[in-house]
C-alpha cells in the first residue's frame, strides 16, 4: 500500500481528532486531504507543499484544521478542531506530482490512499 490513512474514528462534536498518513512510494510535490460524505462529492479540505511546506485549505477548515507533515517519517497530519456533524466523511490522503498553487480538484491528484472514516456525533 502507497499511501496508509489513519487516525479516523467516532467523536462527539466540538471535539478535536488527527489523521495520519504515511506515504511509501515514489516522490511526490504535496499531499492534500479530501473528504466525502455519502451521497456528496469528494471536496479538498487541505493541503501541504512537501518542499517548503506552504499550506492551502479549503474556506470551511481553514479557521478549524492544520495540516503538517514530517518528512523524516514520510508523514502527513490533518488536526482537526471544534469538530461538526457536518464534519462526518471518508477522508482519503493523496499525493501529487504536480506544483500546486492552492485547493486544488481531485482532478490534480493521482496516488490515493484507502480513505479514514471520520464520524462526529451531535
Known amino acids: 500500500v502507497q499511501l496508509q490513512a489513519s487516525g479516523g474514528g467516532l467523536v462527539q462534536a466540538g471535539g478535536s481528532l488527527t489523521l495520519s498518513c504515511v506515504d511509501s512510494g515514489r516522490a511526490f510535490y504535496a499531499i492534500g486531504w479530501f473528504r466525502q460524505a455519502p451521497g456528496k462529492e469528494r471536496e479538498f479540505v487541505a493541503a501541504i507543499s512537501w518542499r517548503d511546506g506552504k499550506r492551502y485549505y479549503s474556506d470551511y477548515a481553514k479557521s478549524r484544521s492544520t495540516i503538517s507533515r514530517d518528512p523524516a517519517k514520510n508523514t502527513a497530519f490533518l488536526q482537526m478542531n471544534s469538530l461538526k456533524p457536518e464534519d462526518t466523511a471518508l477522508y482519503f490522503c493523496?499525493?501529487?506530482?504536480?506544483?500546486?498553487?492552492?485547493?486544488?480538484?481531485?482532478?490534480?491528484?493521482?496516488?490515493w490512499g484507502q480513505g479514514t472514516q471520520l464520524t462526529v456525533s451531535s
Open positions: 493523496t499525493t501529487t506530482i504536480q506544483q500546486i498553487f492552492g485547493p486544488s480538484s481531485s482532478n490534480l491528484y493521482d496516488t
